[in-house]
């Protein structure tokens, strides 16, 4: 954990509840934008960001990670596993093939955007944010947590709780529906510089 | 090095997870493949293309994160924090008066074990007369001798 977070984190425990604005406002944006990707409406996206929180600062005796922002995307993940549970179908997409190397969701080619979205947002990067809400929940979260929150595949593995190299495979394979999804426009990428 | 592997190490070429050596194999491979080529700058551009989330939390979620987890705490743990040093010294001063006192008492601690055990001595037991008489009457029944109705 950074100094500064571990000093705010003690300051807010002595009674400093400025302390704690100043934490929540660090990492205020990545949080939310992330959180933001998986919630119906921004009313449940603030929901959870303030449970995120809450649940980070209860169990912070249990943190053992050193690294705050991590901790943070992890509790978010989890808010998000159980959302995403509660409204399961009864048979699931992301449930793993028997030889467990892929799900079903992987199998099936994504769904293109809607046509609504497409007249909505005639820019490339609404489209890609259109299908990629499309995704499965694990390839969607790898994928928002690489481009939206900055986590490294080290990093975006230790929330998913899952291996290095099952994390870049998620990311693979919606890199691979998003291609299929957007089709031509995916190729105009490689004439955008950051 | 086929695509996948390529594809996998433009990922971590952008995360800056590659080790050197690994970073040497991939500018090789972008070198001689086209396809990996357009993959990089396909990537480098989906960053680039992603428009940022521009929705901000609730102007009062400080306040309200706040509440929720006065709301939440379990009751030992509402005491201030400077209370704790402050049980603490008061327990240890009542601790050091306690044994300050019985050190001192007249007699200390080998006169008073003296006391109770003369004090245990003088008293006897109101029910011993009783149990000794059952006791006799117990006898009575095993041994041969008759004896009156009265007696029982």
């Known amino acids: 954990m950074a100094a500064e977070d571990a000093t705010c984190l003690a300051a807010y425990r002595r009674g400093d509840a ?41 169990h912070m005796n249990l943190f053992r990670q050193k690294n705050l922002p991590g901790w943070l995307f992890r509790i978010a993940h ?12 009864d048979c699931s997409l992301d449930a793993p093939l028997p030889d467990g190397t892929a799900t079903l969701a992987d199998m099936v080619p994504a769904d293109r955007p809607t046509p609504a979205a497409e007249t909505a947002g005639r820019d ?10 499309n995704l499965p929940v694990e390839q969607r979260e790898v994928f928002w947590l690489r481009m939206d929150a900055g986590l490294s595949f080290r990093e975006i593995a230790r929330v998913q709780r899952c291996s290095i190299n099952t994390a870049l495979a998620r990311m693979q394979y919606a890199l691979g529906k998003l291609r299929a999804a957007l089709g031509p426009a995916y190729r105009e990428l490689q004439d955008l510089r950051p | 090095m086929n695509q996948t592997h390529v594809e996998r190490w433009l990922l971590l070429e952008q995360t800056g997870e590659l080790s050197a050596r690994q970073r040497r194999q991939l500018a090789a491979a972008l070198a001689a493949s086209s396809v990996a080529r357009r993959g990089r700058a396909e990537l ?8 940022p989330v521009t929705a901000q939390p609730a102007a009062d979620a400080v306040p309200r994160i706040a509440a929720r987890l006065r709301a939440r705490q379990k009751p030992s743990l509402t005491f201030p924090p400077a209370w704790k040093p402050a049980l603490a010294a008061v327990a240890a001063l009542a601790l050091l008066v306690g044994l300050r006192v019985f050190r001192y008492q007249p007699g200390g601690y080998g006169g008073s074990a003296v006391a109770a055990v003369a004090e245990e001595e003088d008293w006897t037991d109101p029910l011993e007369a009783e149990f000794a008489e059952l006791e006799n009457l117990i006898s009575g029944f095993d041994s041969d001798e008759p004896f009156g109705i009265t007696e029982l």
């Not at chain 1, 989890?78 to 179908?89: E, G, T, Y």
């Open chain 1, 18 to 58: 400025e302390a704690l604005g100043r934490l929540v406002d660090k990492y205020r944006r990545p949080l939310f934008a992330f959180l933001s990707r998986f919630a119906a409406h921004p009313g449940e996206a603030d929901e959870w960001f303030q449970e995120t929180w809450v649940r980070a600062i209860q």
């Open chain 2, 44 to 51: 480098c551009g989906l960053a680039a293309a992603i428009p």
């Open chain 1, 78 to 89: 989890n808010l998000i596993v159980d959302h995403a549970r509660r409204r399961k179908p």
């Open chain 1, 124 to 133: 490339l990067g609404r489209l890609i944010a259109a299908a990629a809400a």
